[in-house]
């Protein structure tokens, strides 16, 4: 599903950050196909953000999938808690809403992976839009984009590709080295 | 070149300031007093526009409210501390001095319990001992 153009462009860059628009219809398989570049054939550690799927269903289907779990450290945003709860691969934030403690657990869990090489995999942007104004959106993602080039890493972005956050994408594409747009 | 510009300016203001406070006040205890205060008022400013800047329900939030109310019961010490020297003020008056550092030692316990707390949520020890593994495979 994945051009093979875009796998090239993923494979000769050590670092990037890239914002992936991917349709409603193949987002999971899209999803899956990129995790397992980056951790299967590239073999790079990563921390993954979720603030679509809980940790838990998450965890069930990168095993389904044979995706080497281990090497990623998950941040689940979406799972209710009413305080931050961590378990050894997880760290639970309780909301969404919440993005200062999203900001620093990313910061933590990135500097904790004991490799050159990494990943950060916000999934997704569009989920922000419901919790957030497009304004406070904008802000977050331009703090993201400028922390995955500090952290060095292979930074990717998910997002829905819709009407209502183009305006959004617009801004974010002059801060991304790449589009991939995986419809 | 901005930023460098109003830097340069808040550095002058403040060496001003501190020279302004050492001219007009001849003694010393009073004039460290008033240099702690104005220092006090800078952090209190710079904790309260944190605090407004972090989501709410947050631990580094919380953390930020205890340091907060931490610093003003400092700052309120300090400020009683030169009223005392000042007014020459005596035996009863002296004791609200005391409860105020206290209460700012005691919400600063509380705000190390909460950084404590915030080290043990956020950091992936174990987790980094198991990539480590496996990327030795």
Same mark, same amino acid.
């Given at each position: 599903?994945?051009?093979?153009?875009?796998?090239?462009?993923?494979n000769?860059?050590?670092?990037?950050?890239?914002?992936?628009?991917?349709?409603?219809?193949?987002?999971?398989?899209?999803?899956?196909e &990129?995790?397992?570049?980056?951790?299967?054939?590239?073999?790079?550690?990563?921390?993954?953000?979720?603030?679509?799927?809980p940790?838990?269903?998450?965890?069930?289907?990168?095993?389904?999938?044979?995706?080497n779990?281990?090497?990623?450290?998950?941040?689940?945003?979406?799972?209710?808690?009413?305080?931050?709860?961590?378990t050894?691969?997880?760290?639970?934030?309780g909301?969404p809403?919440?993005?200062?403690?999203i900001?620093?657990?990313?910061?933590?869990?990135?500097r904790?992976?004991?490799?050159?090489?990494?990943f950060?995999?916000?999934?997704?942007?569009?989920?922000?839009?419901?919790?957030?104004?497009p304004?406070t959106?904008?802000k977050?993602?331009?703090?993201?984009?400028t922390?995955m080039?500090?952290?060095?890493?292979?930074?990717?972005?998910?997002s829905?590709?819709?009407?209502?956050n183009?305006?959004?994408?617009n801004?974010?594409?002059?801060?991304c080295? &790449?589009?991939?747009?995986?419809? | 070149?901005?930023?460098?510009i109003?830097m340069?300016?808040?550095?002058?203001?403040?060496? &001003?300031?501190?020279?302004?406070?050492?001219?007009?006040v001849?003694?010393?205890?009073?004039?460290?007093?008033?240099?702690s205060?104005?220092?006090g008022?800078l952090?209190?400013?710079?904790?309260?526009?944190?605090?407004?800047?972090?989501?709410?329900?947050?631990?580094?939030?919380?953390?930020?409210?205890?340091?907060?109310?931490?610093?003003?019961?400092l700052?309120?010490?300090?400020l009683?501390?030169?009223?005392?020297?000042?007014?020459?003020?005596e035996?009863?008056?002296?004791?609200?001095?005391y409860?105020?550092?206290?209460?700012?030692?005691?919400?600063?316990?509380?705000?190390?319990?909460?950084?404590?707390?915030?080290?043990?949520?956020?950091?992936?020890?174990?987790?980094t001992?198991?990539i480590?593994?496996?990327?030795?495979?």
């Amino acid at each position: 599903m994945i051009k093979k153009a875009y796998r090239e462009q993923m494979n000769s860059l050590n670092e990037y950050v890239a914002l992936a628009l991917v349709s409603s219809k193949n987002y999971q398989e899209t999803n899956l196909e &990129l995790i397992k570049i980056l951790v299967n054939e590239q073999k790079t550690p990563g921390v993954y953000i979720t603030l679509n799927k809980p940790y838990k269903t998450l965890k069930k289907i990168f095993e389904q999938k044979a995706i080497n779990n281990s090497l990623i450290i998950f941040i689940d945003a979406i799972t209710q808690e009413e305080n931050l709860k961590k378990t050894k691969e997880c760290l639970f934030i309780g909301s969404p809403e919440k993005l200062s403690d999203i900001s620093i657990a990313m910061d933590q869990a990135v500097r904790a992976i004991p490799s050159e090489q990494k990943f950060v995999f916000f999934d997704s942007l569009s989920t922000l839009l419901i919790y957030h104004q497009p304004g406070t959106i904008a802000k977050f993602i331009h703090f993201l984009s400028t922390k995955m080039r500090e952290w060095s890493v292979k930074g990717i972005i998910i997002s829905l590709e819709s009407d209502a956050n183009k305006e959004l994408i617009n801004q974010l594409t002059q801060f991304c080295d &790449l589009t991939l747009e995986l419809k | 070149m901005n930023k460098a510009i109003f830097m340069i300016i808040e550095l002058i203001a403040i060496v &001003l300031g501190i020279l302004a406070i050492i001219k007009f006040v001849s003694d010393k205890e009073i004039l460290v007093g008033f240099i702690s205060l104005s220092f006090g008022v800078l952090a209190i400013i710079w904790s309260f526009i944190a605090l407004n800047s972090l989501s709410k329900g947050t631990s580094s939030r919380d953390y930020v409210m205890f340091f907060l109310i931490g610093m003003v019961f400092l700052f309120l010490f300090s400020l009683w501390h030169v009223l005392v020297r000042i007014n020459k003020w005596e035996s009863r008056l002296i004791y609200p001095e005391y409860i105020f550092i206290s209460i700012a030692y005691l919400i600063f316990v509380m705000a190390s319990f909460r950084v404590y707390k915030f080290s043990k949520e956020f950091g992936f020890k174990e987790k980094t001992k198991e990539i480590r593994k496996q990327l030795k495979k």
